[in-house]
């Protein structure tokens, strides 16, 4: 059980644990679910760190269109896994996508984005009075 706040004990045996559940996203324990950590980059920049372990830097795909930045990942399972040998099966495979919305004047040119041991970096400008329409942004 995943807490916003840590307790050291549970009062009336959890009966905090549905006001936990519902901060958390919907299908976090089902599907794969991309954490992101969002914060100021100085006085011109936002910094977004997306954790995707396991996932393949050409299997993550960056867009900014009407004023969403868009991160997808596809997480793709082995073709030659025999799914009959398996005792158990926990890692996780699918898709998952998260979006953010950082303004309509912001350059998709202008972001920078780079891939390393499972952390995606997204540097982002402040409002430059640019114009985002669709464009893919490469990863570095």
Do not use: H, Q, W
């Amino acid at each position: 059980m995943k807490n916003i706040v840590p307790r050291r004990f549970k009062l009336g045996g959890g009966l905090l644990d549905g006001f936990d559940s519902f901060f958390r996203p919907v299908f976090e324990d089902n599907d794969l679910y991309m954490r992101c950590d969002v914060r100021e980059d100085g006085d011109d920049a936002f910094l977004i760190e997306a954790e995707l372990p396991g996932i393949a830097k050409e299997n993550i795909d960056i867009s900014l269109k009407e004023g969403y930045l868009t991160i997808s990942a596809v997480k793709k399972e082995s073709a030659d896994a025999n799914t009959d040998s398996y005792i158990r099966r926990e890692i996780k495979y699918g898709s998952s996508s998260r979006s953010f919305f950082i303004g309509y004047n912001v350059d998709e040119k202008d972001i920078v984005a780079s891939f390393d041991n499972g952390i995606l970096k997204l540097s982002i400008p402040k409002d430059k009075g640019g114009k985002n329409d669709g464009k893919k942004i490469l990863i570095n």
